[in-house]
């Protein structure tokens, strides 16, 4: 089987204030650097926009409806310090969190072996209730979530190497078992939660990373600590909150690492889901700042998962 590519240009109409780190040239590069011919074997498809009744099991409508209702016709609104919206970014938050669906979809029913999701906004700082850190839907939980209620899943991980802290994610799952979130992140750095001690109901498994760790740290993070809990947990479905921004390029943190660091936790996860749901693993954008970092950084992390 193969690996499954889902994005959708219009998410690159999603806009933002000049000079701001989240920008669309993020998503371009992405696309750009999936478009060389190592990756003409990929499956591809479209994101379209999601079903809010879907996104309502992570997010209460109500809260959906007032995103939709400061969505403005021109110009953009900033609802905090760094979170802002313009004509296209309701339609691309739905594309971004669509693009998880039909990942999900796709990698339950066994049609592909894996995919990346390579869409934006992220999603991961965005709680139940409150939209922040560039992010407005939580697309990992709504891929976790609509595993359990649309495919049967009973356990699903996410597992998130971006280098600032998932709140949002942490927040949806605080209380529930049956989702295991495991966060390598830089502390302290935003948004100022993931420490060690948060451990929800035994679900949340937080490893801070300290500024100028580099490959070794991460790699014993994850083979000391999360590895194993994962592997206990049993997931049936494994999610990526795939940020490439602990690369050592990127300007908004102080983590080292390089391309062959997210190659090898990919296979070590890769190795944990064949070993525990057949192989069945969605993995979904994030964070990425420094262009060239973040290019490279995708190109290995796809490389791996198709298994190259």
Partial sequence: MSTLLVSNPLCLNH??????????DRLRVVERILEHERFQVLAREQATPVDLDIVARVHPSHYLDRLQEASPEEGMVQL??????????????????????????????????????????PGHHAES??????????????????????????????VDFDVHHGNGTQEIFWTDPSVMYCSTHEMPLYPGTGAASETGVGN??????????????FRSAYEGIIFPRLKAFSPDLVVISAGFDAHVRD?????????????????RLMEIADQSCGGRLVSILEGGYDLEGLARSTAAHVMTLMGA
């Fill in 80 to 121: 905090d310090s760094d979170t802002s919206m313009s004509p296209g970014t309701w339609q691309a938050a739905r594309l971004a969190a669509g693009g998880s669906v039909i990942a999900v979809d796709e990698v339950m029913t066994r049609k592909v072996s894996n995919a990346f999701v390579a869409v934006r906004p």
């Fill in 251 to 267: 300007p908004l943190a102080n983590i080292n690492l390089i391309e062959a660091d997210f190659a090898w936790v990919t296979k």
């Fill in 129 to 158: 209730l409150k939209p922040m850190g560039f992010c407005f839907i939580n697309n990992s939980a709504v891929a976790a979530r609509y595993a359990q209620f649309a495919h049967g899943a009973e356990r699903v991980a996410i």
């Fill in 15 to 24: 806009m933002t204030p000049l000079g701001h780190p989240e920008r669309a």
């Fill in 204 to 217: 949340i498994v937080n490893v801070p990373l300290a500024a100028g760790d580099g490959g070794p740290e």
